[in-house]
């Protein structure tokens, strides 16, 4: 885990503080000092706190926070500190993003000056196609089904040959069934990682 500390004016115009962080972070923490290079900040109580802004692909976010107020003993000032935890919304997009605080209270609300979310685009992006060593090794397996199918009817035969010559008809016909239901059988690899799933071709 890791925690920012910023410091974040009440008032616009300043050269906007910027954040770094990776592509699909989500255990972040940022805390942000409130203060105002103008007038008189007062943050009362049972007032809320809000982070918002837009991604690079144009969607907006909004995510609630918390805010706390302490008394300096030796000075008596207060320090208005707002913790927001990192939703990987937050970071799923590379690129920057313009975000700002909202503090809310009794139906008014009083924004920060903005600030950047500079987000490094990830090395292998969601959207980035397995490499060919992993499409490789689905292709072998699919390859390898038809002869799976065919031991699978080999075994059948085998034991359906043996068990009547002892008589055992009834058994050898359910054992065929058994095995038969192997011809049923898929296979997919639905999350395109390597990881091949068997179903029914009965089943959704």
């Known amino acids: 885990m890791i925690v920012y500390n910023r410091r974040i004016n009440m008032v616009p115009g300043e050269v906007p503080v910027f954040?770094?962080?990776?592509?699909?972070?989500?255990?972040?923490?940022?805390?942000?000092?409130?203060?105002?290079?103008?007038?008189?900040?007062?943050?009362?109580?049972g007032t809320t706190v809000?982070?918002?802004?837009?991604?690079?692909?144009?969607?907006?976010?909004?995510?609630?926070?918390e805010i706390e107020s302490t008394?300096?003993?030796?000075t008596g000032q207060y320090v208005h500190l707002v913790t927001i935890e990192v939703d990987q919304q937050m970071t799923a997009v590379a690129g920057k993003s313009l975000y700002e605080l909202s503090l809310r209270k009794g139906g008014?609300?009083?924004?920060?000056?903005?600030?950047?979310?500079?987000?490094?685009?990830?090395?292998?992006d969601a959207e980035t196609l397995p490499s060919e060593s992993v499409i490789k090794e689905l292709v072998d397996v699919i390859d390898q089904a038809d002869e799976?199918?065919?031991?699978?009817?080999?075994?059948?035969?085998?034991?359906d040959d043996t068990l009547t010559q002892e008589g055992k008809a009834a058994d050898a016909a359910a054992?065929?069934?058994?095995?038969?239901?192997?011809?049923?059988y898929t296979f997919s690899d639905p999350n395109n990682d390597g990881n091949i799933v068997?179903?029914?071709g009965g089943d959704s």
Do not use: C, W
């Not at 982070?51 to 926070?65: E, H, L, V, Y």
């Open 71 to 74: 008394q300096d003993p030796e």
């Open 148 to 159: 799976i199918m065919q031991a699978a009817e080999d075994v059948l035969n085998a034991i």
């Open 50 to 65: 809000l982070i918002r802004g837009t991604k690079p692909d144009g969607n907006g976010i909004s995510i609630d926070g």
């Open 108 to 124: 008014k609300e009083l924004n920060t000056a903005n600030f950047v979310l500079d987000i490094e685009r990830a090395p292998l």
């Open 175 to 184: 054992v065929g069934e058994a095995l038969a239901n192997l011809s049923a």
């Open 19 to 45: 954040i770094h962080m990776s592509q699909y972070d989500s255990d972040i923490t940022l805390e942000f000092e409130l203060y105002a290079s103008e007038g008189t900040f007062v943050v009362e109580s």
């Open 198 to 200: 068997i179903t029914a």
